[in-house]
C-alpha cells in the first residue's frame, strides 16, 4: 500500500489548467520536500520539478506547491505533449525509505 | 551531457544472482548520492536502493533488504546492484538514478538512466 495518494486520473482539454495532488501526512510531505515525475508511454521517468523548483528543460507552465501534508502539481496551460503518467515521491522518515505516489493519469481531450 | 546508461539485465532464475551496472558521465560523480528505483510491467514506481557520494551510507527497501547490495565505484563513474536470491517479484524495469545531492536520505530523483528490464523465470 502506497504512503501517498494520488487521483487515478485527470483530464482536460487543451489550454486547460488542471492540479494534481498528492496526499501524505506527518512523517513524509509534511516533513520533506516532494519530487514530480512524468512518464509518457510508460517510458523512461523525467523529472518534473522537485520542492519548488522546476527541473531541467521543464516548462513553466508547471508549478508545484505544498500544504501541510499535501502536495500538488499545476499544469496551467495544458499541451497535448503533456499526456502522461505523473508520479510524486518524498522520503518518508517512519520508513526510512522513499515512497511514490500511485500516479496519475493526465489524458487531454 | 548528462547521461546514466544501464546495463546487465535479462533473464535470471529464481534463486541465482545477478549484477545491474549504470555507468554515468556528464557530471561529477562523485558528487552525487545514487539510486536504484524499478518499475514492474503495469505497475508504478518503487525505490529499491540509495547509496551515498562516497558509500558511506547505504538504504534499502524492505522489499529486497538482505538479499540485494548497492555499490558503487567513483574511480569507474558507475554504480552497482548485486541481486541475489531473486523472485518472481522482483521482475521489473530497473532505473539508476541520479539525486540532487549527496546524501540518499531527503532529497529525490533528479536524472533517469534509460532502464534495463530484470525477468526472473526459471
Known amino acids: 500500500q502506497s504512503a501517498l495518494t494520488q487521483e487515478a486520473s485527470v483530464s482536460g482539454t487543451v489550454g486547460q489548467t488542471v492540479t494534481l495532488s498528492c496526499i501524505g501526512d506527518s512523517n513524509t510531505i509534511g516533513s520533506y520536500p516532494v519530487g514530480w515525475y512524468q512518464q509518457i508511454s510508460h517510458g523512461v521517468p523525467k523529472t518534473v520539478m522537485f520542492?519548488?523548483s522546476l527541473a531541467s528543460g521543464i516548462p513553466d507552465r508547471f508549478s508545484g506547491s505544498k500544504i501541510g501534508t499535501t502536495a500538488s502539481l499545476t499544469i496551467s496551460g495544458l499541451q497535448p505533449e503533456d499526456e502522461a503518467d505523473y508520479y510524486c515521491s518524498t522520503w518518508d522518515y517512519s520508513l526510512s525509505a522513499y515512497v511514490f505516489g500511485t500516479g496519475t493519469k493526465v489524458s487531454v481531450l | 551531457e548528462v547521461q546514466l546508461v544501464e546495463s546487465g539485465g535479462g533473464l535470471v532464475q529464481p534463486g541465482r544472482s545477478l549484477r545491474l551496472s549504470c555507468a554515468a558521465s556528464?557530471?561529477?560523480?562523485?558528487?552525487?548520492?545514487m539510486h536504484w528505483v524499478r518499475q514492474a510491467p503495469g505497475k508504478g514506481l518503487e525505490w529499491v536502493s540509495g547509496?551515498?557520494?562516497?558509500?558511506?551510507?547505504?538504504g534499502y527497501a524492505d522489499s529486497v533488504k538482505g538479499r540485494f547490495t548497492i555499490s558503487r565505484d567513483n574511480a569507474k563513474n558507475s554504480l552497482y546492484l548485486q541481486m541475489n536470491s531473486p523472485r518472481a517479484e522482483d521482475m521489473a524495469f530497473y532505473y539508476c538514478a541520479k539525486d540532487y545531492s549527496s546524501s540518499w536520505t531527503g532529497g529525490a530523483f533528479d536524472i533517469w538512466g534509460q532502464g534495463t528490464m530484470v525477468t526472473v523465470s526459471s
Open positions: 520542492g519548488n
Open positions: 556528464g557530471f561529477t560523480f562523485d558528487d552525487y548520492a
Open positions: 547509496i551515498s557520494w562516497n558509500s558511506g551510507s547505504i
